[in-house]
């Protein structure tokens, strides 16, 4: 008698007698097909979970952290609940870019932060592009200023895969609307320098 279980197939039956069901009833094939009965039994009746659910950042709130390195977009009610909430435990994260709904660095309307673990400073040259972010979840078309640490420079693009018509690198600026080409409430992804 066979038996087939999620590419399992068990073999039942009798093995002859005496010594031989001793060695049956003690070998290490006798386990592994217990286990693999046992295994069979776990995922039928959905008692075996093999992984939790992976937790998912909250994206809701108007201030919004991209970390670069998860590529996860954590939003909160303040700039510094969402560095929070991004956080990578007792190391602090470097905050390269902010980007601001209102002109003047105001936070009212909200803002997009861009950061990576640990301390990190951008080089001095705009060659190569050190990061693309094509992730602004709610803020795209919303920037309105734009301010940049770490040496860090920014170059917004309007279309969301950073390509198409860009604006210049940008230090900071409290009026993107004063960037050649007028840049307020444009941009949908951006690179960094």
Not at 158 to 183: E, H, K
Request: glycine share 8%.
């Amino acid at each position: 008698m066979y038996a087939t279980c999620t590419g399992f197939r068990i073999r039942f039956g009798a093995y002859g007698s005496g010594m031989a069901d001793r060695k049956w009833q003690d070998s290490p094939l006798r386990w592994r097909a217990k286990a693999a009965a046992a295994l069979a039994l776990a995922f039928a009746t959905g008692a075996l979970v093999l992984a939790p659910a992976t937790a998912q950042a909250d994206t809701t709130g108007d201030h919004c952290v991209y970390d670069i390195v998860s590529e996860e977009l954590t939003c909160a009610d303040s700039p510094e609940a969402a560095l929070a909430a991004n956080s990578h435990g007792i190391q602090a994260d470097s905050v390269l870019v902010r980007l601001y709904n209102d002109t003047n660095y105001g936070t009212a309307g909200g803002t997009h932060t861009l950061s990576a673990p640990g301390s990190y400073t951008c080089s001095a040259a705009y060659s190569p592009i050190e990061f693309t972010v094509t992730r602004m979840g709610s803020f795209v078309n919303k920037a309105s200023s734009a301010r940049t640490y770490n040496s860090c420079d920014v170059k917004l693009f309007d279309s969301a895969d950073a390509t198409g018509t860009s604006s210049t690198w940008i230090d900071n600026l409290a009026n993107l609307n004063t960037a050649a080409g007028g840049w307020s409430n444009r941009a949908s992804s951006y690179q960094v320098s």
